[in-house]
């Protein structure tokens, strides 16, 4: 779970002390610019923009039962964030899996990805996709519900 945060917490941490330094040289404009746009940066690339992750056994049986597809994804990875961000609200609807917080998950994603664990793979109807284009995973989300 501490592998989620800590590129959000460096972050923080360097927008904070570059903000410091330009404060005591008098810029404070400039200072609560840098900090907000890199807290913003924290934020798109922390686990928080995400739906609640579930296990992966979970994701499949709960994807059996209503059809809609499984997103295996990683905290940092920035062709998950294209993917999340893509969705918009549509994102809620999936079943979001992190890899790095479930070993089936990511044994799932290395059994599709030929031992890599190469994220987003988007499970669909039992046949995994690897990085797929967000406008086709929100067609399958709209053609399951």
């Known amino acids: 779970m501490m592998r989620a945060w800590i590129l959000p917490m460096l972050l923080v941490l360097c ?3 570059v903000a410091t330094e330009l404060i005591s040289e008098g ?3 400039a200072a609560s610019a840098l900090l907000l746009a890199f807290l913003a940066l924290a934020g798109v690339n922390s686990p928080l923009i995400y739906p609640r992750s579930i296990g992966a056994e979970e ?3 709960r994807s059996a039962v209503d059809g809609r597809p499984v997103v295996f994804w990683r905290p940092g ?3 998950c964030m294209r993917l999340r961000i893509r969705l918009g609200r549509s994102a ?3 079943h979001w899996v992190n890899i790095w917080r479930d ?3 990511a044994a799932a994603v290395r ?3 030929n031992g890599n664990e190469t994220v987003p793979t988007v499970v669909v109807a039992g046949r995994p996709h690897t990085n797929p284009d967000p406008a086709w995973v ?3 989300v709209s053609s399951s519900a």
Do not use: D, F, I
Request: charge should be positive.
């Open 111 to 113: 059994a599709a990805n």
């Open 77 to 79: 990875c920035t062709y």
């Open 15 to 17: 927008g904070s002390a």
């Open 138 to 140: 929100r067609e399958q």
């Open 59 to 61: 994701a499949q049986r």
């Open 103 to 105: 070993p089936a998950g």
């Open 92 to 94: 809620r609807q999936l």
């Open 27 to 29: 810029s404070l404009a």
